[in-house]
């Protein structure tokens, strides 16, 4: 019985071990969600990056929707981090923070006049025909473009509308029309496209990080923990 006797202590301990290490948070799995527009800024890449390296046995699962979407998820338990667009409303057992407090910037088809400038102020879209994200979808960012060019005398022109930022990219990129961005969104790549800095009152791109305010999951709580830090060194 010796082999048996062997074999089950050290299955015992394995069994230990797996234990203590979920304790700690270093076994398990996670889903981290983000809006499309955010996973172009270096900040979230480089942070799920850094917890895959400090626990590299719990599975990170992640998924890319809207806000509305994500906080669903988050509420169902789903979801474990959502990277989310203020406005919105949180329950009493969630908590959010801010993250990113992110520029936008004026995109521009190839060899627009107003690429000849330096940076660009608002009030020089106003005769601009606008691709913009649906605000069902993207209320934050449709809102912070709104106010800004209301302040600025006029009501944006909008002829086009798309679901992904990717999507207004490479609209912009094609000649379609003009768009305001997160300043991220010179991190795709697209073709052709050229981006300013606007002049003055620039709108703002903010992102929160939301999560379930007392979770059960050590790891989920670690990956709270470490992404906070990075986004505040």
């Known amino acids: ?115 000849r400038k330096r940076s660009v102020p608002i009030a020089a879209l106003s005769d601009e025909d606008f691709v913009l994200y649906p605000r069902p979808i993207g209320a934050g960012l449709y809102d912070a473009i709104m106010s800004a060019c209301l302040r600025a005398g006029f009501a944006p022109r909008v002829i086009q509308e798309a679901p992904q930022m990717a999507s207004i990219v490479s609209l912009v990129a094609a000649g379609v029309g003009i768009s305001i961005v997160p300043a991220a969104m010179r991190h795709m790549g697209a073709q052709g496209i050229e981006y300013r800095p606007i002049k003055g009152d620039a709108p703002h791109a903010l992102l929160d990080m939301a999560y379930r305010r007392h979770d059960r999951s050590t790891a989920a709580g670690n990956a709270v923990d470490m992404l906070r830090k990075l986004a505040h060194p």
């Open 1 to 115: 019985f010796l082999e048996d006797a062997r074999a089950l202590l050290a299955g015992a301990d394995r069994a230990i071990d797996t234990a203590r290490r979920l304790g700690r948070g270093e076994r398990g799995a996670i889903t981290v969600g983000f809006t499309a527009s955010a996973v172009f800024h270096p900040y979230l890449p480089r942070a799920i990056r850094a917890y895959r390296d400090r626990y590299p046995d719990v599975r990170v699962t992640l998924t890319e929707s809207n806000t509305v979407t994500l906080l669903r998820g988050l509420r169902a338990g789903e979801v474990d981090v959502a990277f989310v667009r203020p406005p919105y409303v949180l329950d009493p057992e969630f908590e959010s923070e801010r993250v990113l407090d992110e520029p936008m910037l004026v995109a521009l088809p190839p060899d627009h006049a107003l690429s």
